[in-house]
């Protein structure tokens, strides 16, 4: 699968799954929806950062290639651990971590998987890599001021960041490589489907409707439709009062 379908389908899945989360006692409302969209992507693009010279790797510069080198050396390189439930349990870990520390951590985190998200989408906030990195980290800050202002509730991070992992092991188990679940106990690599990566039905048909409903399920989440509403009704008395009978 291209990053593009990834991202797109781990902000689907967590935004599916918001509902259920609440049922549960997870609060995810208000500023937390966009938060929860944002960790979604980001984690879908996480287990591919095993590979120094793919798009994840290269997007925040020589931090995310070393990462990306040292991720890979530690979990036996491409399409390895880190495309297993081992890898699962390790990003997972490290969203529990940052939820439960918070402020500059929280940030830095948020800041991180919007910039992977980002680079997968192909979103260039500005063109000079060095100014993409501030940018990512103005909005990883950004995501944790509202979140202060908005009295956010982290808990709902490391639910989005397990979501996430787990819709890019389920695209990858679609195409003929698959994932190695249990690595490095059994290297076994399991696929339910044997599509090939970049093939014509994911640009054109999958991508597309995936960044639809996406966009719909933040909207709908976040209230949108509600708040809509009276947005409308606002902006029709503003040009009735400024248009003459
Ligand atoms: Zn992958």
């Given at each position: 699968?291209i ?22 006692g997870?609060?995810?409302d ?15 693009m ?13 997007s ?8 990306a ?12 651990g880190?495309?297993s ?6 990003f ?6 940052a939820a ?7 940030g ?16 260039s906030l500005v ?5 993409h990195?501030?940018?990512?980290l103005?909005?990883?800050a950004?995501?944790?001021?509202g979140?202060l202002f908005e009295?956010f509730s982290?808990?709902v ?11 890019h092991?389920?695209?990858?188990m679609a ?7 249990f ?8 696929n339910?489907?044997?599509l ?6 994911e640009?054109?048909?999958v991508?597309p ?6 966009i ?7 209230g ?9 009704k606002a902006a ?10």
């Amino acid at each position: 699968m291209i990053g593009r379908t990834h991202a797109t389908s781990g902000a689907v899945a967590v935004l599916a799954v918001v509902p259920l989360l609440r049922q549960h006692g997870v609060p995810v409302d208000g500023w937390s929806v966009p938060v929860a969209a944002v960790v979604g992507a980001g984690s879908a693009m996480l287990p591919d950062l095993d590979h120094p010279s793919g798009t994840i790797a290269r997007s925040v510069g020589p931090l995310t290639t070393g990462l990306a080198r040292a991720v890979g050396f530690c979990l036996g390189g491409h399409r390895n651990g880190t495309h297993s439930l081992l890898g699962l349990a390790l990003f997972t870990g490290l969203g529990v971590l940052a939820a439960d520390t918070g402020g500059i951590t929280l940030g830095l985190y948020l800041a991180f998987l919007f910039a992977i998200a980002s680079a997968a989408m192909h979103v260039s906030l500005v063109t000079v890599p060095v100014l993409h990195t501030v940018a990512c980290l103005v909005v990883g800050a950004a995501l944790t001021r509202g979140a202060l202002f908005e009295s956010f509730s982290p808990a709902v991070v490391p639910w989005a960041v397990g979501i996430g992992t787990t819709a890019h092991l389920v695209g990858d188990m679609a195409t003929v490589q698959g994932c190695p679940l249990f690595w490095p106990f059994w290297k076994h690599r399991f696929n339910y489907a044997s599509l090939s990566t970049n093939h014509f039905t994911e640009r054109f048909v999958v991508g597309p409707a995936l960044t639809f409903v996406a966009i719909y399920l933040v909207v709908d989440e976040v209230g949108g439709v509600d708040m809509l509403g009276p947005a409308w009704k606002a902006a029709v008395e503003v040009v009735r009062s400024v248009v003459p009978a």
